[in-house]
């Protein structure tokens, strides 16, 4: 099976709480994770020539696949379990109205959800799944 990378906003409180719920709702544990400040994240940024700038909250890598914004989102959706692969069905949805939601929420994650000194540190046990 194809690894899917998920680079995510470390600092992020928002960010990490989805990373957390990834994680809960992922029990085949398809997904690895990186930090966007990471060293592989920033490797893969580069790899996959990605403008940090512009997609500056989630990726998710499969193969030679890139998805950004609500696309990545979407697209993690449909692996996870319970109802949430239903989620993917919002693909329909024309993709700039789809990013102009996300991309309001990026833009205000920090003020609404705070902002962590540094990125988030796994437990032994979840360690394995996180590539920095």
């Given at each position: 099976?194809?690894?899917k990378?998920?680079?995510?906003?470390?600092?992020?409180?928002?960010?990490?709480?989805?990373?957390?719920?990834?994680i809960?709702?992922?029990?085949?544990?398809?997904?690895?994770f990186a930090?966007?400040?990471?060293?592989?994240?920033?490797?893969?940024?580069?790899?996959?020539?990605?403008?940090?700038?512009?997609?500056?909250?989630?990726?998710?890598?499969?193969?030679d696949?890139?998805s950004?914004?609500?696309?990545?989102?979407?697209?993690?959706?449909?692996?996870?379990?319970?109802?949430?692969p239903l989620?993917?069905?919002?693909?329909?949805?024309?993709?700039?109205?789809?990013?102009?939601?996300?991309?309001?929420?990026?833009?205000?994650?920090?003020?609404w959800?705070?902002?962590?000194?540094s990125?988030?540190?796994?437990?032994?046990?979840?360690?394995?799944?996180?590539?920095?």
């Amino acid at each position: 099976m194809e690894t899917k990378i998920i680079l995510f906003d470390g600092v992020c409180n928002l960010c990490n709480g989805a990373i957390n719920f990834i994680i809960k709702h992922d029990p085949k544990a398809l997904f690895k994770f990186a930090s966007l400040q990471g060293e592989t994240g920033q490797r893969l940024l580069q790899k996959h020539q990605i403008n940090s700038a512009e997609t500056d909250s989630i990726v998710l890598i499969e193969g030679d696949t890139v998805s950004v914004k609500s696309s990545a989102a979407l697209r993690i959706a449909k692996y996870l379990n319970k109802g949430y692969p239903l989620l993917f069905g919002f693909m329909i949805v024309p993709k700039f109205i789809r990013n102009a939601v996300y991309d309001y929420i990026a833009r205000n994650r920090y003020k609404w959800f705070g902002k962590k000194e540094s990125c988030m540190i796994p437990t032994p046990e979840l360690k394995s799944r996180f590539l920095d």
